[in-house]
């Protein structure tokens, strides 16, 4: 039986470039449509958020000279360019999706308006956010918790290289421990880098569960929507 029927999945630009040093691996891509794909087909209502990190960074512009405002909204085209990624994957697996953007960018894809988006995910088609919340100073994980917020979603998906919440950065520590279940307010205790804290603030104020889960290992995301103990569940 399907847990959420309406998800918001938060994905890192970084996580498209598979082992390349930036830019899109088209085998990464292919693999998380096609896990998209399958629980739209469950019948799963699916907002993306998509990261540009794999492109330009704000904070990467800074450290080159670049003005933070200028370098954030290189970033936010950034989202905009791993968007129209995804939604030429998405046609290619026949699924139907719709690209909004918060920036103008008319050519490419639809502004954000709420009650067409809501349209959409009702018709079952993908909607994939981009330009990040549209202002300079907010991550794409504050844009992530926004649209989950504003198309009522039941939770949002943070799909990562790891497959839950741990102690401390289970790549470099191997004695890291991992985490099946927390509170905000405990992931706030132990200082976890979960989201950033405008994002995850927005998270607990507004009782919107996010789970964190390895989206590299196909049939994850299948799990998580059914509700199997895959992950990190953080919650109020």
């Not at 927390?182 to 603030?201: G, S």
């Amino acid at each position: 039986m399907i847990r959420y029927k309406r998800i918001l999945l938060k994905l890192s630009g970084e996580a498209l470039m598979g082992d390349n040093p930036s830019g899109i691996d088209k085998t990464i891509l292919s693999a998380y449509v096609a896990q998209i794909k399958e629980i739209v087909e469950m019948g799963v209502e699916t907002g993306i958020v998509i990261g540009g990190g794999n492109i330009f960074r704000g904070v990467q512009g800074m450290a080159g000279g670049i003005d933070r405002v200028a370098g954030d909204r290189m970033g936010m085209l950034a989202t905009v360019i791993n968007g129209l990624a995804l939604q030429a994957e998405f046609l290619e697996q026949h699924v139907p999706v719709r690209l909004y953007t918060s920036v103008k960018v008319e050519s490419v894809g639809e502004r954000f308006v709420r009650e067409n988006v809501i349209k959409a995910l009702e018709r079952k088609e993908v909607a994939i956010f981009s330009g990040g919340t549209g202002n300079p100073f907010f991550t794409t994980d504050t844009a992530a918790a926004l649209r989950a917020l504003e198309i009522s979603a039941e939770v949002l998906l943070k799909g990562t290289r790891v497959d839950g919440v741990y102690s401390d950065d289970p790549e470099k520590n191997p004695a890291a421990v991992k985490y099946d279940s927390l509170t905000f307010d405990e992931a706030y205790d132990k200082e976890l880098k979960i989201m950033d804290l405008t994002a995850f603030t927005m998270c607990r104020e507004n009782d919107l569960p996010v789970v964190v889960y390895n989206m590299t290992k196909a049939g994850n995301l299948k799990k998580v929507v059914m509700g199997e103990n895959t992950g990190t569940l953080v919650h109020r």
